[in-house]
C-alpha cells in the first residue's frame, strides 16, 4: 500500500476510458471523490459505477458531461435530480446478482475506490459499515484506491482486507455518514403494530431503514428469539437485540449472529457493530442468496413501494419513468421468505403519500415492476393486512381495496369494475 499525501495524488492512476467502482451507502469516500472532481480537467469518459451514495454527489453535475458518466445499481438522492438515462443512467439488477456481474466483466471494473479502517497489527483493514458488493469489486479491479479513516469502525465477517490488497492510499479522519429516520408518525406505527402482529416469536427478520421498520421494531419488544439475517439494518435493531428479544437462537443459517451486508445510522449503530463478534458482515452474493435465505426458519421480509395495483403488482423504484432507487435486495427476500418454511414476505406501506393513493388501478406509465403479482404474498396499510397469496385477481383486488385508505375505496371500486366491463 502506497500512502500519498493528497487523495488527487493517490487518483493518479486513473486515466481516461476507465470504468471505476465506488463503494457506497455510508461508506461513501468522499475525500477520494472530491479529489477525483478536482482532476476533472485531467480526465475524459470516465464511468463511476456505484451503489447509492451519500453526498453532494458532484460528479453527475452536467458541467461535468463527457468527463464522467454514472451507472447507478441504485440510486439515492443524490442522483434522482441528475438521472437522465443518459449521462446519469440506471443499472436495474437483483442485489444478490451484483457480485456475479462484476465477476463476469461484462463491465470490467480498472479502479476500485474503497473506504476502510486503518490495518491492525496483522495489515489487515476493515471494509467497516458496507461489505455489499465491494469485495467482489476488489477482487476483480485492477487497482485498488482506499480510503483509510481513523474513524471507520472494524467489523467482522468478509470485510477484512490486507494492506498488500491496496496499491494506492490516503488517510484521513472524517465522521461516517450518519442517516437518522427520525420519528414515526401515527400511521406508521399503525402499520407496524399490523406488521408485528404477523410476526412470530423465531422468525428471522429482513428490515431496512426508514420510519415503517423502526415502527415495526418499536411493536417487537414482547417477542423472543428473533433473528436477523438482512440486508442492512439501522439504530431501531439495537433495543430488540439488547434486550434480548433478538438473540439469534433459531437461525439456522449462522445462528448466534446478526447477519447483514451493510449497516446505516448513527454514531451510536457504528459504536455498536466495531469489533462486535455477534454481528458479521458478509457479502451480498451470500445475504441475499435466495438459496441461503430459504433456509432460516419463519423468514419475515418487510420490505415497501412506491404503488401497488390491484393485482398485486409492485413498483420499488420509480414514479412513472423517472427512476428514484432501484431494484435492491426487495426481490432476493421476497422470494426467499415465501420459500422459507412458515416464511412471510410482506410489503408494508402508507395508504396514501400526498393525498394521492398509493393503491391504485394501474400503475403509472413506465412503473417498474420490482415485485411480480405471483411473489406477492401480505400487503399491509394502517387499515390492515391484505393476505394476496392464494387469490384471484378479483379476490386481490377487493383485499387490497379493503385495506386503503376509506376516501379512496368507492373511486378504487368504480375503477376495478370499469376496467373488467
Given at each position: 500500500?502506497k500512502l500519498?499525501?493528497?487523495?488527487?495524488?493517490?487518483?493518479a492512476?486513473i486515466?481516461p476510458?476507465q470504468?471505476?467502482?465506488?463503494?457506497?451507502m455510508?461508506?461513501?469516500?468522499?475525500?477520494?471523490?472530491?479529489g477525483?472532481v478536482?482532476?476533472?480537467?485531467?480526465l475524459?469518459?470516465?464511468?463511476l459505477?456505484?451503489?447509492?451514495t451519500?453526498?453532494p454527489?458532484?460528479?453527475?453535475d452536467?458541467?461535468?458531461d463527457?468527463?464522467?458518466r454514472?451507472?447507478?445499481?441504485f440510486l439515492?438522492?443524490?442522483?434522482r435530480?441528475?438521472?437522465d438515462a443518459n449521462r446519469?443512467d440506471y443499472?436495474?439488477?437483483f442485489l444478490s446478482e451484483?457480485?456475479?456481474?462484476?465477476?463476469?466483466r461484462?463491465r470490467?471494473?480498472?479502479?476500485?475506490l474503497?473506504?476502510?479502517?486503518?490495518?491492525?497489527?496483522?495489515?489487515?483493514?476493515?471494509?467497516?459499515?458496507?461489505?455489499?458488493?465491494?469485495?467482489?469489486?476488489?477482487d476483480?479491479?485492477?487497482?485498488?484506491?482506499a480510503q483509510?479513516?481513523a474513524?471507520m469502525?472494524r467489523?467482522?465477517?468478509?470485510g477484512?482486507?490486507?494492506?498488500?490488497?491496496?496499491?494506492?492510499?490516503?488517510?484521513?479522519?472524517?465522521?461516517?455518514?450518519?442517516?437518522?429516520?427520525?420519528?414515526?408518525?401515527?400511521?406508521?406505527?399503525?402499520?407496524?403494530?399490523h406488521?408485528a402482529?404477523?410476526?412470530?416469536?423465531g422468525?428471522?427478520l429482513?428490515t431496512g431503514?426508514?420510519?415503517?421498520p423502526?415502527?415495526?421494531?418499536?411493536?417487537?419488544?414482547r417477542?423472543r428469539?428473533?433473528g436477523?439475517?438482512s440486508?442492512?439494518f439501522?439504530d431501531?435493531?439495537?433495543d430488540?437485540i439488547?434486550?434480548g428479544?433478538v438473540?439469534n437462537s433459531?437461525?439456522?443459517?449462522?445462528?448466534g449472529r446478526?447477519v447483514?451486508?451493510f449497516?446505516?445510522?448513527?454514531r451510536?449503530?457504528?459504536?455498536?457493530?466495531?469489533?462486535n463478534?455477534s454481528v458479521e458482515?458478509?457479502?451480498a452474493?451470500?445475504?441475499?442468496n435466495?438459496?441461503v435465505?430459504?433456509?432460516n426458519?419463519?423468514?419475515?421480509a418487510?420490505?415497501s413501494a412506491v404503488e401497488?395495483d390491484?393485482?398485486?403488482?409492485?413498483?420499488a423504484?420509480?414514479?412513472g419513468?423517472?427512476?428514484?432507487?432501484?431494484v435492491g435486495g426487495?426481490?432476493?427476500?421476497?422470494?426467499g421468505a415465501?420459500?422459507?418454511?412458515?416464511?412471510?414476505p410482506i410489503?408494508?406501506l402508507p395508504?396514501?403519500?400526498r393525498?394521492e393513493?398509493?393503491?391504485v388501478p394501474?400503475?403509472?406509465?413506465?412503473?417498474?415492476v420490482?415485485?411480480t403479482?405471483?411473489h406477492?404474498?401480505?400487503v399491509v396499510?394502517?387499515?390492515?393486512?391484505a393476505?394476496l397469496?392464494?387469490?384471484?385477481?378479483s379476490?386481490?383486488?377487493?383485499a387490497?381495496i379493503?385495506?386503503?385508505?376509506?376516501?379512496?375505496?368507492?373511486?378504487?371500486d368504480r375503477?376495478?369494475?370499469a376496467?373488467r366491463?
Amino acid at each position: 500500500m502506497k500512502l500519498h499525501p493528497t487523495a488527487e495524488d493517490a487518483l493518479a492512476c486513473i486515466v481516461p476510458g476507465q470504468r471505476v467502482f465506488v463503494h457506497g451507502m455510508a461508506a461513501t469516500p468522499h475525500v477520494l471523490l472530491a479529489g477525483l472532481v478536482k482532476r476533472a480537467e485531467q480526465l475524459r469518459d470516465i464511468e463511476l459505477i456505484h451503489l447509492h451514495t451519500h453526498g453532494p454527489g458532484a460528479y453527475a453535475d452536467p458541467a461535468f458531461d463527457g468527463v464522467f458518466r454514472v451507472a447507478n445499481l441504485f440510486l439515492g438522492p443524490n442522483m434522482r435530480d441528475q438521472y437522465d438515462a443518459n449521462r446519469v443512467d440506471y443499472l436495474p439488477c437483483f442485489l444478490s446478482e451484483i457480485p456475479a456481474l462484476l465477476r463476469s466483466r461484462r463491465r470490467p471494473i480498472h479502479v476500485a475506490l474503497i473506504h476502510v479502517s486503518p490495518p491492525d497489527k496483522h495489515g489487515h483493514c476493515s471494509l467497516g459499515v458496507g461489505i455489499d458488493v465491494t469485495r467482489t469489486a476488489i477482487d476483480v479491479a485492477d487497482v485498488v484506491v482506499a480510503q483509510v479513516n481513523a474513524q471507520m469502525p472494524r467489523t467482522h465477517g468478509e470485510g477484512f482486507i490486507h494492506v498488500v490488497e491496496i496499491d494506492h492510499a490516503v488517510e484521513v479522519d472524517v465522521p461516517i455518514d450518519e442517516v437518522s429516520a427520525g420519528e414515526p408518525t401515527e400511521v406508521e406505527l399503525a402499520i407496524g403494530r399490523h406488521v408485528a402482529s404477523l410476526i412470530e416469536d423465531g422468525a428471522t427478520l429482513q428490515t431496512g431503514i426508514g420510519r415503517i421498520p423502526d415502527a415495526v421494531l418499536r411493536a417487537l419488544t414482547r417477542h423472543r428469539n428473533l433473528g436477523v439475517h438482512s440486508e442492512m439494518f439501522s439504530d431501531g435493531l439495537i433495543d430488540l437485540i439488547e434486550s434480548g428479544a433478538v438473540d439469534n437462537s433459531q437461525k439456522h443459517i449462522m445462528p448466534g449472529r446478526t447477519v447483514a451486508t451493510f449497516v446505516m445510522g448513527t454514531r451510536r449503530l457504528y459504536d455498536f457493530i466495531d469489533d462486535n463478534t455477534s454481528v458479521e458482515l458478509r457479502d451480498a452474493g451470500f445475504v441475499n442468496n435466495v438459496a441461503v435465505i430459504k433456509k432460516n426458519p419463519r423468514v419475515t421480509a418487510i420490505n415497501s413501494a412506491v404503488e401497488i395495483d390491484m393485482t398485486g403488482q409492485v413498483c420499488a423504484d420509480s414514479l412513472g419513468h423517472r427512476v428514484i432507487s432501484g431494484v435492491g435486495g426487495q426481490m432476493d427476500f421476497i422470494r426467499g421468505a415465501s420459500l422459507s418454511e412458515h416464511g412471510k414476505p410482506i410489503i408494508a406501506l402508507p395508504s396514501r403519500a400526498r393525498g394521492e393513493s398509493r393503491i391504485v388501478p394501474t400503475l403509472k406509465p413506465g412503473a417498474g415492476v420490482v415485485t411480480t403479482r405471483a411473489h406477492v404474498h401480505y400487503v399491509v396499510t394502517e387499515y390492515g393486512v391484505a393476505d394476496l397469496y392464494g387469490k384471484t385477481i378479483s379476490e386481490r383486488a377487493r383485499a387490497l381495496i379493503s385495506i386503503a385508505h376509506p376516501e379512496d375505496r368507492e373511486r378504487l371500486d368504480r375503477a376495478w369494475h370499469a376496467a373488467r366491463s
